[in-house]
């Protein structure tokens, strides 16, 4: 599921290889860092990119975790700051069916 009970999409926070921390676009690879308190520092740095200027309630995709791999350490993060109302209750109180990559949200309030 790519959205959240307001609608809105999740986004997934990174640092984009060569780019600056924030959102990272679906395909792109985000950098990888030596170690665990690197990886934690940059995604914090990519969060606060992200959140600046953002009003709402906070609404978590999955828990933050952390990444490891033998070429190194990130966190990942997949959220979205939202200040629309929302529209559905739970996540269990609307189907989602895939077509391609969109979500088609059937029940709603």
């Known amino acids: ?3 959240c009970q307001t609608g809105d999409r999740y986004v997934t926070l990174g ?9 990272v676009e679906p395909g792109e690879m985000s ?4 170690t665990e308190p690197a990886a934690c520092a940059a995604a914090l740095l990519a969060f606060d990119a992200y959140a600046e200027g ?3 309630v906070l609404y978590w995709r999955s828990r933050p975790a952390m990444d490891i791999a ?11 700051i939202s200040d629309a109302p929302e529209r559905w209750a739970t996540v ?3 189907i989602d069916q895939e077509i ?9 309030w």
């Open 70 to 80: 033998a070429i190194g350490f990130r966190v990942k993060l997949r959220l979205v």
């Open 1 to 3: 599921m790519n959205l």
């Open 15 to 23: 640092t984009p290889k060569g780019g600056r921390p924030g959102i």
């Open 100 to 108: 391609g990559r969109e979500t088609t949200c059937i029940r709603r």
């Open 31 to 34: 950098e990888r860092y030596p």
């Open 54 to 56: 953002r009003d709402g």
């Open 92 to 94: 269990s109180d609307f």
